[in-house]
């Protein structure tokens, strides 16, 4: 029995993380960042309208899986938590954080992590809570907390901000290494087809929160549709600086003037495709702003013939 429990206990000591869900659309997700690496394979748990389940320090990744059925089962955040450490002989190694789909949270810092270097526990918030260990202070928490509500940006990028802030206090001790974000909506992941919203890991990186915020964006463009506001009709103008940019990327070898016809379309869908905008194409008569942006920041305006 002892072999068994030393495979399932791992450690991700040195490290501070975000739980928090959107009251207005019932997103629940998970940020975190630490100077171990994959972080992101061991301490973020989610299931789509039931919760997300945090657990770090001498983390054991049944406390996610097992958290996750007791929130499924009716049960609240605190009872989930007394279950889960009542029958842990190293509840006192523990680090771990439940919110459930209401908002409702629970937290635990296992006594023996205020030993260790650095600064070890938690700051509850409005439907929100951030925990960590190993840290500069209490303010890395405090200041997650405070960024995640004073923001009104979707839940991941409330979740981004608030790591950001974390590091701007202090953060981990021994500085950073892997970062990590998980945001859960039912039929919000790729296509519609499951619930993953947002899947981020950062296995091992110089500046990692800072790679979980470039690929953030490439994830918004790649997996999320075209915001309709975003959306404007495609004038002649517009016509020809597309064509001049198939044109440079091989894609299109037609006529370059402002004509947008069946054919041309057709060749616009399939370089949106080649360049993995696949979430943004439509029938072709109105043209995705943010698309437009990313292509210009990447290749540049086209030189004219």
Request: proline share 5%; glycine share 12%.
């Amino acid at each position: 029995m002892r072999s068994r429990r030393r495979q399932l206990t791992t450690l991700t000591g040195m490290t501070y993380s975000i739980l928090g869900r959107d009251a207005a659309n019932g997103d629940l997700g998970i940020a975190v960042a630490s100077r171990f690496p994959g972080v992101g394979g061991l301490v973020p748990y989610g299931e789509a309208e039931v919760g997300a389940v945090a657990t770090q320090a001498f983390g054991n990744p049944r406390h996610g899986t097992t958290g996750l059925t007791l929130l499924r089962c009716g049960a609240s955040p605190r009872q989930a938590l007394d279950v889960l450490l009542g029958g842990d002989d190293s509840a006192g190694r523990r680090q771990v954080a439940l919110v459930d789909r209401h908002g409702e949270t629970a937290f635990h810092t296992g006594a023996e992590l205020h030993t260790w270097d650095g600064w070890a526990g938690s700051a509850p918030g409005r439907q929100c809570v951030a925990l960590g260990n190993g840290l500069a202070g209490p303010d890395v928490v405090g200041d997650m907390v405070a960024t995640f509500e004073n923001s009104r940006l979707s839940l991941a990028e409330r979740l981004v901000a608030a790591l950001e802030a974390g590091r701007r206090a202090g953060g981990d001790i021994r500085g950073q290494q892997a970062a990590a974000l998980l945001v859960l909506r039912r039929d919000g992941g790729y296509g519609g087809l499951d619930d993953r919203h947002v899947v981020i890991s950062v296995y091992d990186h110089a500046h990692p929160i800072d790679e979980l915020v470039r690929c953030s964006a490439l994830h918004r463009l790649a997996y999320f549709p075209s915001e309709p506001a975003a959306l404007v009709p495609i004038g002649p103008e517009v016509a020809l600086e597309l064509k001049r940019l198939m044109t440079a990327r091989h894609v299109y070898a037609g006529p370059l003037d402002g004509s947008w016809d069946d054919d041309v379309r057709r060749r616009w869908a399939l370089f949106l495709g080649s360049e993995n905008y696949d979430n943004r194409i439509n029938d072709g008569l109105l043209l995705d702003l943010e698309v437009l942006a990313d292509l210009r920041s990447r290749y540049g305006a086209p030189a004219p013939s």
